[in-house]
């Protein structure tokens, strides 16, 4: 996976990202808070589906800043990369429901094979 060129840098300009680059413990708090966040399962799902449609779309790794965006539900559109930095909460909190949802109904349906599978031997 091609690394972003400009992370880590510099630091934003705006109140928050001040207020981190002067206040290490508070920074260090948060960066442990979003590696336990990314490591969650729900995002990792999340994070590949973007990258397959990347890599099918041919922004994946080619330098041209652009990243997928999702407009509703599961379509997405092309967007540079600092402006998709700003979506809204609530779709975050939809799509972890919704891929919480998608898997858990797989597992039930896994478990009922299983089961299934189990009575017959």
């Known amino acids: 996976m091609a690394r972003n060129r400009y992370a880590g840098k510099t630091y934003g300009t705006s109140k928050t990202a001040q207020y981190y680059k002067k206040n290490k413990a508070a920074r260090n708090k948060k960066r442990k808070y979003d590696k336990e966040y990314d490591k969650q399962p729900w995002r990792r799902k999340a994070q590949a589906i973007l990258k397959a449609i990347r890599r099918k779309n041919g922004t994946d790794g080619n ?32 799509q972890k429901k919704r891929l919480k949802r998608k898997s858990t109904r797989k597992d039930k349906r896994d478990k009922r094979k299983a089961k299934r599978k189990a009575k017959k031997s």
């Open 63 to 94: 330098g041209d800043m652009m990243d997928e965006a999702h407009t509703s539900g599961t379509s997405t559109k092309k967007q540079h990369f600092s402006k998709n930095r700003d979506s809204s909460d609530k779709s975050k909190h939809h």
